[in-house]
């Protein structure tokens, strides 16, 4: 039972595109509410939390995969 190196690296990239997403959308929420003077504030503020929410499901979409590639087995072996 080894591991699948190519779902394994799937999910190494997918944890790697979350990482700035996860500090990222933040920033930019915190802008949005510094900015609340500003005719942009609800659309800034909509990016920031739709840039969290996807650095969310990148990241548990990651880790769904690496821990697909180290349980999951063939049953033809």
Known sequence: MGTNREVLNQG???LAFALPALFTGP???YNAFIN???NWH???LAIGIAICL???????RGIQLMVKSMFD???DE
């Not at 996807?54 to 990241?59: A, F, I, N, Q, S």
């Open 27 to 29: 920033a930019v929420i």
């Open 36 to 38: 609340k003077q500003n």
């Open 42 to 44: 609800y659309l800034v």
């Open 54 to 60: 996807t650095g969310v499901y990148l990241m548990f």
């Open 12 to 14: 190494i990239k997918k």
């Open 73 to 75: 087995y063939n049953d």
